[in-house]
């Protein structure tokens, strides 16, 4: 942009050095604005100072264009610049979330705030519509046990340990119902075993305790030769342990 205007000037200087040329060279029958060649030096000279000044103006209303011209330039890149870098930005990205189960159906969230994988997201939104207590228990049981499965999975796990605590907690709910359509006796319920499981693994020992005690309350049989009540022995000598 300086050496534009650096051009501008020289041009300039050339043409008025020009044009004092032809009009105070004397006997070249030039005429100044069409006037008589007979006009005095002085004149001739006040028309020529005249023109310089004109020129001369002319010359800083294009210097001044310039100038404002680089300043707007100069502002447009400055908000382009700061555009790209507002864009350019990552994201502020929250880690206080649970672990994400990869899975083909994303739609159905699970109550821990992870992504339910396909092969339970049927049965937990038949769960929240259901309000019969028998069709609420085989919910349960299908998509407790079918997480206990994944157990190693850190976020499995956790879907496991939180539709167990459910299931137990409205098993005073179910176990009527359970008993009479089973017969008069209930049959095993695996949730209770593998909910313990889980929490004595956890080193959470007192609550795997609490769970088989709960059993043994509703009656249940775990199918093993002690029972809940081997099982509580069990994990007191883990906790002993540990």
Not at 57 to 83: F, I, L, M, Q, R
Not at 166 to 171: A, G, L, T, V
Not at 212 to 228: Q, R, V, Y
Request: with cysteine; hydrophobic share 40%.
């Amino acid at each position: 942009m300086a050496s534009n205007l650096f051009l501008l000037i020289i041009v300039v200087i050339v043409i008025v050095f020009l044009a004092r040329r032809v009009f105070m060279k004397p006997g070249s029958g030039a005429t100044v604005d069409a006037e008589p060649v007979t006009k005095s030096s002085a004149q001739i000279e006040a028309e020529v100072a005249e023109k310089e000044q004109t020129i001369a103006e002319k010359a800083a209303t294009v210097a001044e264009n310039v100038e404002s011209s680089a300043k707007k330039a100069k502002s447009s890149a400055k908000k382009t610049a700061k555009k790209t870098v507002k864009k350019a930005a990552p994201k502020s990205v929250s880690t206080d979330v649970d672990p994400v189960i990869d899975s083909g159906n994303a739609s159905q969230p699970s109550p821990i705030g992870a992504e339910l994988p396909d092969e339970i997201a049927s049965p937990v939104a038949e769960l929240e519509k259901s309000k019969d207590p028998l069709a609420r228990h085989r919910l349960y049981q299908q998509i407790t046990e079918s997480s206990y499965k994944h157990r190693t999975d850190a976020a499995w796990r956790q879907i496991s340990k939180t539709f167990s605590n459910q299931h137990i907690s409205e098993f005073a709910d179910i176990v009527k119902p359970l008993k009479k359509a089973n017969g008069g006796s209930l049959p095993q319920v695996l949730t209770f075993q593998n909910y313990a499981t889980l929490l004595a693994e956890d080193k959470q020992y007192d609550e795997a305790i609490a769970v088989c005690e709960k059993a043994l309350e509703f009656g249940l049989d775990d199918k093993t030769k002690t029972g809940f009540a081997g099982r509580i022995e069990r994990i007191r000598k883990q906790k002993a342990k540990g």
